[in-house]
């Protein structure tokens, strides 16, 4: 298949081949290349140790509960274990835990957990991801300024940064997705068993991890036919290439909703409980106008928008191959309308727009770049490099003015708004208490509020159970009368841990409370049956555990003042 030609997007390297046959080859010599991702890894590493209470905090304590279950209770890679369990085994439906199972062998490595270890893996994944993205935009643009701009896109987007560095399989899911597009480029150009393979191994890697990355069948359908036209439908080893994609996430979920028949355990993979994830406001503009923001100010940043919007002004001088770019977004806008609600509410559901509105931008901010000459007499390249000067200050400016853009937009995600933080923050401290006061098999009942707090098969919030290291079973406010603690009594539950705040102004239920026992996390296990007793306690105990207070279920400890 030819190549397409260096000379069509600007910037094209001196000296280097035009038709990019070598990315690998490129990219080891690119001495630009390497320091981007040189410092969009040092940009995740920011912060490695701290602890699992910034944006998305749930999400990222439940992804290390299933790591840290990994390594304390078997290296089962087919059996993920949650800590919302109550008495059952734990095993929940959920995506392949092919990344809590790579932390856990590290933990193992290191003699126990250590948070710092998922946020490395997540940081590495995703500058490795860049290196990817540098080698297809080498392939999509040829050799030139267009692959390293895609990577410095890709690396200084706010979510990027963010998300790429959170204790989330995100990033991995990034690396598969770019890695299956690169490498069945790779193969429909020049063959080989071993690039099938490997584009094999990519793309189902990508769609266990997340199964929304179906999108990225758009591309795979674009690739193939850039290659062959419409006659790729006819070509055996295609259809051979999709089942082998597909078999093993579907054996995968078949096996996970197993999982979920025997424990009632599930993240709502396919909607079986929570919110509806796969339907909702698809047709609001409301709902539209929301994910534009996000993709300006969190995905891509405004500039970074804005120039691929303008990239579609190349789709011509590009060829066929711009269509698999476009197709990758177009993919993306489905996945949008198809999974509106989730897309909603979490806005890391937005991050697999970085790969191709990155190589979009890219490519259109290179081509503010001249060609470089080829090699000629001294005085001829240096009247040849004078004259595009202001060109590259401009390309620099809007460089700084994305990078500047990214690192204030990306400072509340590691702080997050109102009073989110500070509850979790509440929750690392207050866990650790009751991690070293209670005994090691006290079986927990956590009380917290969530949006999933009407689904009863789904987490609540797996944060202070983490923290807490226990496992247990969650509640609502609403749910702490005495059928249903007496329930979890009988079950097993030993110990409930209750924010203060959420009952404070439920006298009736408060009540309840009081004539089980009471007690607060440093005094356990002395036990309070009144407010007064419980008031005075309150003011001997650091800040922190004053707004938590355990209550007796089963047998609890000893009974009494301190």
């Given amino acids: 298949m030819p190549t397409v030609p260096a000379a069509a ?43 699992l209470i910034d944006q998305q905090a749930w999400r990222q304590t439940d992804t290390a509960a299933i790591a840290r279950s ?22 929940v439906e959920s995506e392949f835990p092919l990344y809590p199972f790579c932390v856990a062998l590290v933990y193992g490595l290191l003699g126990g957990p250590h948070e710092w270890v998922g946020r490395a893996l997540s940081a590495l994944a995703f500058t490795a991801a860049a ?58 150009e020049v063959g080989g068993q071993g690039r099938l393979a490997l584009a094999i191994a990519a793309a189902a890697g990508a769609f266990l991890v997340k199964i929304p ?22 070509r055996a080893d295609l259809w051979l290439f999709l ?10 979920y078949w096996h996970a909703h197993g999982l979920f028949l025997q424990t009632g355990l599930t993240f709502g993979i396919w909607n079986h409980y929570g919110y509806d994830k796969w339907a909702g406001a698809g047709a609001d503009l409301g709902y539209w106008w929301l994910m534009a923001r996000r993709l300006a100010t969190g995905v891509l940043t405004p500039l970074g928008l804005a120039l691929a919007l303008l990239a579609a002004w190349h789709w011509r001088a590009d060829g066929r ?59 001829r390249r240096a009247r040849a490099a004078l004259a595009p000067a202001w060109r590259y200050g401009l390309v620099a ?47 927990l009942v956590v009380v917290d509020l969530d949006d999933n707090a009407g689904a009863p098969f789904r987490s609540q919030s797996p944060t202070m159970l983490y923290y807490c290291n226990r496992k247990g079973w969650q509640l609502t406010p609403d749910q702490l009368g005495g059928a249903a603690l007496d329930s979890l009594a009988a079950a097993g539950a030993d110990i409930a841990l209750v924010p203060g705040g959420l009952v404070r102004d439920r006298p009736a239920i408060l009540a309840g409370l009081y004539r089980r026992g009471v007690s607060l996390p440093s005094a356990y296990p002395s036990w309070w049956t009144d407010g007064a007793s419980l008031a005075a306690a309150r003011r001997t105990v650091p800040a922190a555990e004053r707004s938590f207070f355990l209550v007796r279920l089963g047998d609890g400890g000893s009974a009494g003042p301190p």
């Fill in 321 to 379: 191959r711009s269509a698999v770019t476009w197709a990758w977004v177009g993919g993306l806008l489905a996945y949008l309308a198809l999974v509106p609600e989730g897309n909603r509410r979490l806005e890391y559901y937005q991050l697999p727009f970085l790969a191709p509105g990155a190589l979009l931008a890219g490519r259109a901010l290179a081509a503010w770049l001249p060609p470089s000459p080829p090699r000629a007499d001294g005085a």
């Fill in 70 to 91: 990994f390594w304390a209770e078997g290296y089962q890679l087919l059996h993920p274990r949650v800590e919302w369990r109550g008495a059952s085994p734990g095993y």
């Fill in 9 to 51: 997007v600007g910037g094209q390297q001196s000296g280097a081949s035009s038709s990019a046959d070598g990315w690998w080859l490129n990219a080891r010599c690119d001495r630009w290349l390497w320091g981007l991702l040189a410092l969009g890894l040092a940009a995740r590493l920011v912060w490695l140790q701290q602890p």
């Fill in 213 to 234: 990355t179906l999108y990225l069948g758009f591309a795979l359908v674009a690739v193939a036919w850039s290659r062959w036209g419409w006659r790729f439908l006819r």
């Fill in 131 to 188: 290196l990817f993205l540098y080698g297809l935009a080498l392939r999509l643009y040829g050799v030139g300024w267009a692959p390293r701009l895609a990577a410095m896109w890709f690396l200084v987007s706010p979510y990027g940064v963010y998300f790429g560095r959170a204790f989330m399989p995100e990033a991995l899911m990034m690396l598969f997705s770019v890695g299956a597009i690169l490498a069945f480029l790779r193969w429909t």
């Fill in 243 to 252: 089942a082998a994609v597909l078999l093993p996430p579907a054996l995968w």
């Fill in 397 to 443: 400016l809007v460089t700084a003015a994305a990078v500047a853009w990214s690192a204030v937009a990306v400072q509340p995600l590691y702080r997050p708004g109102g009073h989110l933080y500070d509850y979790y923050s509440s929750c690392y401290q207050v866990g650790a208490v009751v991690n070293s006061r209670l005994p090691a098999d006290a079986l």
